[in-house]
T-cell receptor, first 116, second 112 residues
Framework: AQSVAQPEDQVNVAEGNPLTVKCTYS??????LFWYVQYPNRGLQFLLK??????LVKGSYGFEAEFNKSQTSFHLKKPSALVSDSALYFC??????????????FGKGTKLSVIP | KAGVTQTPRYLIKTRGQQVTLSCSPI?????VSWYQQTPGQGLQFLFE???????NKGNFPGRFSGRQFSNSRSEMNVSTLELGDSALYLC???????????FGSGTRLTVV
């Protein structure tokens, strides 16, 4: 069975500084990896995904993530944080094929606070 | 184009009642998935439908059921509601399932 770990419940960063939100995963075979963001009382908004190809994935709103197969990690990054980036961030995984390939398994989420 | 539409946005029900939630996917999307979000358990997969067939089911009791219609719209039903069913229920649609998911804003269910 697949699993996702987001080791930090909360990340605080000053506006203008780079930010990193960590994610490690466990899955049989090749993974599909996703990052979503959730604002209060809203659904999940897609940021980016890794399916295959270049390990550095660029997504919406200036976010990017690096797939590291040997460390089974998919950390989310942004060079310069904005106050409007403050939200709850979720990493998710699904196997490329086989059992569970039609469901996303999510991490517990990381609350990002960008301090002005 | 229109996003994923979930209705109603908010719902208050009494223990023991049943409830039906609706999800209209993005036009052309044939896969619809449902997730439950609670503060304690986080986001948990309920089930996924593709072309009116349930392809995958999460670890929830039989009180939770769903279906998909020929126009890809989906409904989920929870019978004999319990206090612990209070949650945000999220629907996600995808062209075929798996490659990318667009989520709706969710239905906030409160059981009293």
């Amino acid at each position: 069975a697949q699993s996702v770990a987001q080791p930090e419940d909360q990340v605080n960063v000053a506006e203008g500084n780079p930010l990193t939100v960590k994610c490690t995963y466990s899955v049989s075979g090749n993974p599909y990896l996703f990052w979503y963001v959730q604002y209060p009382n809203r659904g999940l908004q897609f940021l980016l995904k890794y399916i295959t190809g270049d390990n550095l994935v660029k997504g919406s709103y200036g976010f990017e993530a690096e797939f590291n197969k040997s460390q089974t990690s998919f950390h989310l990054k942004k060079p310069s944080a904005l106050v409007s980036d403050s939200a709850l961030y979720f990493c998710a995984v699904r196997p490329y094929s086989g059992a569970g390939s039609y469901q996303l398994t999510f991490g517990k989420g990381t609350k990002l606070s960008v301090i002005p | 184009k229109a996003g994923v539409t979930q209705t109603p946005r908010y719902l208050i029900k009494t223990r023991g009642q049943q409830v039906t939630l609706s999800c209209s996917p993005i036009s052309g999307h044939r896969s619809v998935s449902w997730y439950q979000q609670t503060p304690g358990q986080g986001l948990q997969f309920l089930f996924e439908y593709f072309s009116e067939t349930q392809r995958n089911k999460g670890n929830f009791p039989g009180r939770f059921s769903g279906r998909q219609f020929s126009n890809s719209r989906s409904e989920m039903n929870v019978s004999t509601l319990e206090l612990g069913d209070s949650a945000l229920y999220l629907c996600a649609s995808s062209v075929q399932g798996g490659d990318g998911y667009t989520f709706g804003s969710g239905t906030r269910l409160t059981v009293v």
